[in-house]
């Protein structure tokens, strides 16, 4: 039984069961701002990873600025590309499989809150700053930009599942397997998507401005045709990475999504390791000169990205966190839905979400005054459940944070590529 404060119960809409959502005009469905303490009385912690969030968006924001060139139009760019695939999401039938909770501030008929749009400069501006100076060949760094995003996301994902910041549909098939109930797919999806937005925000720019360096601006015109291009092609180049290793094993051969995402991962190290192989001196042409301020903003907002999810799960109550909002609609359990695959393979998964019969073990309806919704319902309420062993929470969050440590420690102060870049020097 879930632990729930008495104040709780007076929170607005608790309880309540919607089948459908009606907004009052263009503007209402756009765009909601509601109290922040409403909020911060149902969901503490996800109050904190949104003003995280935000902070990180401004820390990666302020030091695109300082450093000018190419690096302004990276940071809008992730802006867009996330905005591209939030939007696909929702609108997709085939990809929409997720629910945030509800937010002070919440767009595109409540299914969009605003400190995701600022996830995405926070995942991608940040690999991209870091991996920039691994001064990897442009065929390796892309990759490594998707892999330093997935290290960022895991600890995010792993902790706001548990604490409800969102929820998973029940019974697609390209979610249902699971690690501490994050889908192995939503790695996928983050590695792969990072790979090809960053691949093509690089590539345009050579396409058009072959004689220029990586990121020394093209003018306006080149610029904003990459950061375009990129953020409509990101989504589109993602999906791609999954056709020659997921889909034909997880769909055809019936391999659990786990083996996929670890056989991605492995061709992806495998090409970063190669690229610093091979690494010469004409790739030290140029870094981010972004000064030791600067420097330390980047490597602030990680310690603070790192650390709220650490003590999330070493202090947090999930038991006593409530999410009154949208959700995977409840109703018979016996309709069935088709998916339709990347390879033109059809899926089935239920219509909707099946209160007596469902595997996600992270919320249950025991918070609820009335139980589980009866009927369909859209928007309802959904109720934390407490940590079966907080500690072996604590020591997967507190691994990936030791590992993000020296990772982010050895690219932001490169003492070998400074030395390098002394032998240049000397030999000139």
Not at 230 to 250: R, V
Not at 407 to 427: A, M, P, R
Request: with cysteine; aromatic share 14%; proline share 6%.
């Amino acid at each position: 039984m879930a632990v729930v404060n008495m104040d709780k119960h007076n929170l607005p809409l608790f309880g309540v069961e919607l089948e459908n959502i009606h907004f009052d005009g263009v503007f209402d469905w756009l765009i909601s701002v509601k109290p922040i303490d409403t909020f911060w009385n149902a969901q503490p912690t996800y109050i904190i990873v949104q003003i995280i969030f935000t902070i990180g968006a401004l820390s990666t924001l302020i030091h695109a600025f300082r450093n000018g060139g190419r690096w302004p139009y990276l940071w809008l760019g992730t802006i867009l590309h996330g905005l591209v695939v939030e939007a696909i999401c929702y609108i997709h039938p085939d990809v929409d499989n997720f629910w945030h909770s509800q937010t002070p501030i919440i767009f595109l008929g409540r299914r969009l809150p605003l400190h995701i749009i600022f996830l995405y400069p926070c995942f991608i501006y940040q690999a991209s700053a870091a991996v920039n100076k691994l001064k990897l060949p442009w065929w390796a760094e892309p990759v490594a930009v998707g892999a330093t995003v997935v290290l960022i996301d895991m600890p995010y994902d792993i902790t706001c599942v548990k604490f409800v910041h969102w929820s998973w549909h029940d019974t697609d098939p390209n979610i249902e397997d699971r690690h501490y109930w994050v889908p192995w797919n939503s790695y996928y999806f983050h590695c792969t998507f990072a790979t090809s937005f960053t691949f093509w925000f690089h590539y345009i720019h050579y396409l058009y401005k072959p004689s220029n360096k990586k990121w020394q601006s093209s003018g306006i015109r080149v610029e904003i045709m990459s950061m375009l291009i990129a953020s409509l092609l990101g989504a589109p180049g993602g999906i791609l990475m999954f056709l020659p290793i997921y889909h034909p094993l997880h769909d055809i051969a019936g391999i659990h999504s786990e083996v996929t995402f670890f056989t991605l991962f492995s061709i992806v190290l495998l090409i970063v390791w190669s690229g610093d192989r091979i690494k010469t001196l004409n790739s030290i042409d140029e870094g981010v000169n972004d000064g030791t301020l600067f420097t330390k903003l980047l490597v602030f907002s990680l310690i603070m990205h790192y650390s709220v999810f650490l003590l999330i799960v070493i202090f947090g109550k999930p038991e006593n966190e409530i999410s009154i909002g949208l959700h995977e609609p409840t109703g018979p359990c016996n309709v069935t839905v088709q998916l339709h695959t990347a390879l033109g393979m059809i899926l089935h998964k239920r219509k909707y979400l099946c209160v007596d019969d469902y595997d996600e073990d992270y919320f249950d309806f025991s918070c609820a005054p009335s139980g589980p919704p009866k009927g369909i319902a859209n928007w309802y309420t959904i109720c934390g459940k407490p940590f079966k062993n907080r500690s072996e929470y604590i020591t997967v969050i507190g691994t990936i944070c030791v590992v993000a440590t020296l990772y982010f420690y050895n690219t932001h102060h490169n003492k070998k590529d400074l030395q390098c870049n002394n032998c240049i020097k000397k030999h000139q």
